[in-house]
């Protein structure tokens, strides 16, 4: 956490204020001013030179007042770019706040200078991409240190580590040296963003963002499910979010749309996880854990103040994520639109606080989807509304770039929903009625 920077976001706006109303004051002095040279009935050298000497003054005084407004501009940014960093790293872990401050100081110093500043703008997901960045090439460093060094102690352990925690450390090792080779990988794809990183307690957490996240009319965030990892899951996570965006921005011309690929919680997977209590996928105790993560990402899209109206959110959830969205909606996340595909079970509190209907993707042949283990299946429920999904089969497939059910998410994204699909019926909801029956 950086100690040596200490300003809050209503620090930024408040100073915000105080300058606009400075230069408000300064631009009436300025209109003041130059009616005085339009005074009738003095004539001659001493009238002219008069007239030459105000209007030279209130020229100044205009120049002054636009310095104001352009610092003005670089407070409110600030300000709106420190709000969205308490939402995304509240603790100031990633030491983003620090970068903030310095690009803050070279804005206004621009800004106070004689001409319009020639960078773009400060914004919280550039500022979080760098923090975020050094730090994992700093973690990459001190992992392929301690990865020789186990391999070394590996070697020359007499039962190869069978009674030590040395092989154990080694494979935690090497999973985490190889999410930050995935990570590197998919942020060398155009117009990414590491805008979450984070060493989890048994994996890497991540999101990627791409497109213009802070100046976005429409962000998609895109919840995975259980089995998830960084190592191996967000390049196509990354792929299929892009392809969302890509769909969603031309259906809606003229907008900006950016998504994120939200991998910030440790998903249960298929493995020795599945008996532990705490982390199986049996369990909501994974997604209790991951909500509040998501509800302060949400909270950071939609907490623009002073720099014009909050994106158009849509949550994108699949199979155990959409128990994480589900928590993280009852929490009183700010989301605009909600698709869940593939759900195991969709709770009636999450139902009664979602933000109007919401739209669900069900495939064929789709097991998970028909479980019901965290509340009624959301097929069924009659305030939500079907997607059209022909063509998919099973669970893994919703987002797959050039499907059917790919393009009705997009539609929801882009605020231009098609009206809902007929609902179906498949074995598993037949079999799940009739032994309600019994």
């Known amino acids: 956490m950086s100690e040596s920077v200490v300003w809050t976001a209503p620090d930024l706006w408040s100073m915000h204020t105080r300058v606009v109303s400075a230069g408000t004051r300064l631009r009436v002095l300025v209109d003041r001013t130059t009616a005085i040279g339009r005074l009738p009935g003095w004539e001659g050298a001493a009238a002219d030179a008069a007239r030459s000497a105000v209007v030279g003054t209130a020229a100044e005084l205009s120049t002054r007042a636009e310095v104001l407004g352009r610092i003005a501009d670089v407070l409110a940014r600030a300000g709106d770019d420190r709000a969205a960093l308490s939402r995304w790293d509240p603790a100031d872990r990633t030491g983003a706040l620090a970068e903030l401050?310095?690009?803050?100081?070279?804005?206004?110093?621009?800004?106070?200078?004689?001409?319009?500043?020639?960078?773009?703008?400060?914004?919280?997901?550039?500022?979080?991409?760098?923090?975020?960045?050094?730090?994992?090439?700093?973690?990459?460093?001190?992992?392929?240190?301690?990865?020789?060094?186990?391999?070394?102690?590996?070697?020359?352990?007499?039962?190869?580590?069978?009674?030590?925690?040395?092989?154990?450390?080694?494979?935690?090792?090497?999973?985490?040296?190889?999410?930050?080779?995935?990570?590197?990988?998919?942020?060398?794809?155009?117009?990414?963003?590491?805008?979450?990183?984070?060493?989890?307690?048994?994996?890497?957490?991540?999101?990627?963002?791409?497109?213009?996240?802070?100046?976005?009319?429409?962000?998609?965030?895109?919840?995975?499910?259980?089995?998830?990892?960084?190592?191996?899951?967000?390049?196509?996570?990354?792929?299929?979010?892009?392809?969302?965006?890509?769909?969603?921005?031309?259906?809606?011309?003229?907008?900006?749309?950016?998504?994120?690929?939200?991998?910030?919680?440790?998903?249960?997977?298929?493995?020795?996880?599945?008996?532990?209590?705490?982390?199986?996928?049996?369990?909501?105790?994974?997604?209790?854990?991951?909500?509040?993560?998501?509800?302060?990402?949400?909270?950071?899209?939609?907490?623009?103040?002073?720099?014009?109206?909050?994106?158009?959110?849509?949550?994108?959830?699949?199979?155990?994520?959409?128990?994480?969205?589900?928590?993280?909606?009852?929490?009183?996340?700010?989301?605009?639109?909600?698709?869940?595909?593939?759900?195991?079970?969709?709770?009636?509190?999450?139902?009664?606080?979602?933000?109007?209907?919401?739209?669900v993707a069900e495939a064929a042949w789709d097991p998970v989807a028909d479980l019901g283990r965290f509340g009624p299946d959301p097929s069924e429920r009659p305030e939500t509304e079907a997607l059209d999904t022909a063509g998919t089969v099973g669970h893994a497939d919703y987002l797959e770039p050039g499907s059917v059910s790919a393009r009705a998410v997009a539609e929801v994204v882009a605020g231009v929903p098609s009206p809902p699909a007929p609902r179906t019926m498949d074995l598993a909801d037949v079999a799940r009625f009739v032994l309600g029956m019994l």
């Open 101 to 359: 401050d310095r690009t803050v100081a070279e804005d206004l110093t621009r800004a106070g200078g004689d001409a319009t500043p020639e960078s773009a703008p400060t914004r919280a997901a550039a500022v979080l991409d760098t923090a975020n960045r050094a730090r994992m090439v700093e973690d990459h460093e001190r992992l392929v240190v301690a990865e020789r060094d186990l391999s070394a102690r590996l070697d020359d352990a007499a039962f190869g580590g069978a009674f030590s925690n040395v092989d154990a450390g080694l494979a935690e090792t090497r999973q985490r040296l190889a999410a930050i080779d995935a990570l590197i990988e998919v942020l060398a794809r155009p117009e990414r963003r590491l805008v979450h990183y984070e060493a989890g307690a048994r994996r890497t957490l991540a999101a990627v963002s791409v497109g213009d996240l802070d100046g976005a009319d429409r962000v998609a965030v895109v919840v995975p499910g259980a089995g998830t990892t960084v190592a191996g899951s967000i390049a196509r996570h990354d792929g299929e979010t892009a392809a969302l965006v890509t769909e969603a921005g031309a259906l809606s011309p003229g907008s900006v749309t950016a998504g994120v690929s939200w991998l910030g919680y440790e998903a249960p997977q298929w493995n020795t996880e599945l008996v532990e209590p705490g982390r199986s996928v049996a369990s909501t105790a994974p997604a209790a854990a991951g909500a509040p993560a998501l509800v302060g990402v949400l909270e950071a899209l939609g907490d623009r103040r002073h720099g014009g109206d909050a994106p158009e959110v849509t949550l994108v959830a699949h199979s155990y994520g959409t128990v994480v969205a589900a928590q993280a909606i009852e929490a009183g996340a700010p989301v605009d639109a909600v698709v869940v595909m593939g759900s195991p079970g969709w709770s009636d509190r999450a139902a009664a606080a979602a933000p109007g209907p919401v739209h």
